[in-house]
């Protein structure tokens, strides 16, 4: 079964502070992906990463950085929270075909 | 500019009838699209998807067609269950090398009645 885990399922930050969510996937997939789910908006995609050090920018990238220095770690790097971060995030792993996703993390920035 | 639409954000279907879920994309370099089903506080499972040289994929009781020429797709479900209430997403996906990246639509909430 593959599986992607992410580090936390609840989170509560303040505003400003630097926040750090992880992402392992144990099934050696090339491609990751870091989406928010907000309602209404449905999943949009913050950044993804093809292969080890490399990424690229999704629709709203603003805010955010992440960071892929082994193959099964995606991190990603809220640089300095704000409310408008409080969000559902989600990220997911890919060969080929279909994603597999983690359970979602519940950050709230107070 | 969204790339992947669901106009639709809810759709209400009797248990035993078919549930019909609609998704547009406005990219032309999408050759891959997928669909999802995500229960509140889970992430999305994968459900069924479909390659652009294909028309239709069947997985029983999902059925995925697409009209390349309409830029659209749609997800049935026959017969609907009440445990398929849940947020389908639509996916869509171009299969470069090095830019395999997928964007997802807004999500449709199916309820299915008993």
């Known amino acids: 079964d593959v599986k992607v885990t992410q580090s936390s399922r609840y989170l509560v930050k303040r505003t400003g502070e630097k926040v750090f969510l992880e992402c392992v996937q144990d099934?050696?997939?090339?491609?990751m992906f870091w989406y928010r789910q907000d309602p209404g908006l449905g999943l949009r995609l913050i950044y993804f990463?093809?292969?080890?050090?490399?990424?690229e920018k999704g629709d709203i990238p603003e805010g955010y950085s992440v960071s892929r220095e082994k193959k099964e770690r995606f991190s990603l790097i809220l640089e300095s929270a704000s409310t408008n971060q409080t969000s559902m995030y989600l990220c997911?792993?890919?060969?080929?075909?279909?994603?597999?996703f983690g359970q979602g993390t519940r950050l709230t920035v107070v | 500019d969204q790339q992947v639409k669901q106009n639709s954000p809810s759709l209400s279907v009797q248990e035993g009838r078919i549930s019909i879920l609609n998704c547009d994309y406005t990219?032309?370099?999408?050759?891959?699209f997928l669909w999802y089903k995500k229960y509140p506080a889970e992430g999305p499972t994968f459900l069924i998807s479909?390659?652009?040289?294909?028309d239709k994929n069947e997985d029983g009781r999902f059925t995925v067609f697409l009209n390349k020429s309409a830029k659209h797709l749609s997800l049935h479900i026959v017969p609907s269950q009440p445990g398929d209430s849940a947020v389908y997403f639509c996916?869509?996906?171009?299969?470069?090398?090095?830019?395999?990246?997928?964007?997802f639509g807004a999500g449709t909430r199916l309820t299915v009645k008993p």
């Open positions: 997911a792993s890919r060969a080929a075909t279909e994603a597999f």
């Open positions: 099934m050696d997939h090339e491609n």
């Open positions: 990463s093809y292969d080890v050090k490399m990424k």
């Open positions: 990219n032309s370099m999408f050759d891959y």
């Open positions: 479909i390659s652009s040289i294909k």
């Open positions: 996916a869509a996906s171009p299969t470069f090398i090095n830019n395999n990246d997928m964007r």
